[in-house]
């Protein structure tokens, strides 16, 4: 082998947790004397850094550490997205005073700071005529969230979908398909994406063929998500999660830039970010093409 393909690989992301495993792109990159690294990186959000200190080329997250990346300068440029994932949202319990967003003001809520629930957060803040610095928000896992909200430790939880067996006990005050299309987002360092479009064209090929494998074969791809990703998630939970999503990628489009823009300058303007972003920045010139060769 003359180079080897180092991707991150993390458990908040199915379609690399199922692409590790199932061979596809060790297959695809062996014909370019490539082989191919997976490191498992532990917290999602941390991707970005990984990029940035070139122990990865290629990452996929959610919609917000590659904002918050290119604001500290990783030169990392998007390669493709998956479509708009309306799962989660912000939730109370279910004897709760707060009916609605507007009623956080000066509430402690909890969600995976850095990770795309920030974006769904701020969003919901926006538009209810609240700031970032109006509530208390709180850095917590999903299990963490879950065990204070029912304790009543907590005010709110803005959750990916963690809600389980309980959720009788949870009420929605948001929804994230009213607010941010919330993608699966999948990115390279510029340097590598820049000297590589071929090998670039075929991570996304090979990602947009295991998600459509995903999609038709949900149980076998539970049962691979249930022992390869570490997590909490039981193989049957995993199969409804499958169901509710969509599966296959998609180019870089201008949809695509405007959301993060959107995203990108509401941050700016809670004083998230240290600057301001141009998200065409850290885009190709050229959107990648996907090989779908056999």
Known sequence: MSFILRVGVHANNPSLVVLSQNGLLEQRVSGHGAGVEWLRIAAGARTVEY????????????????????????PLVYIATSEARPVGG???????????????????????????????????????????????????????SRQALLAGDIDAWVSGGGLRDDAGQFRAIANTGDLVANPSVFFARRDFAERNPELIGIVAGALDETDRWIAARPAEAAAILARASGGPLTAAEWEAH???RPWGLKVVDDAFVADQQRVADLFYRFGLLPRQID????????????????
């Open 51 to 74: 990029i940035g200190a070139n122990l990865i080329q290629i990452g996929g997250t959610g919609l917000t550490p590659p904002i918050a990346a290119q604001a500290k300068g990783v």
């Open 90 to 144: 912000i939730f109370v319990r279910s004897d709760s005073a707060v009916k609605s967003v507007p009623g956080l003001a000066g509430k402690t809520v909890s969600l995976g700071i850095g990770s795309w629930l920030q974006a769904l957060l701020a969003t919901a803040l926006d538009r209810a005529g609240l700031g970032w610095n109006d509530i208390v928000p709180l850095d917590l896992t999903e299990p963490e």
């Open 279 to 294: 998200i065409r920045d850290a885009t190709l010139p050229r959107p990648v093409k996907f090989d779908k060769a056999a």
């Open 242 to 244: 499958i169901g509710k």
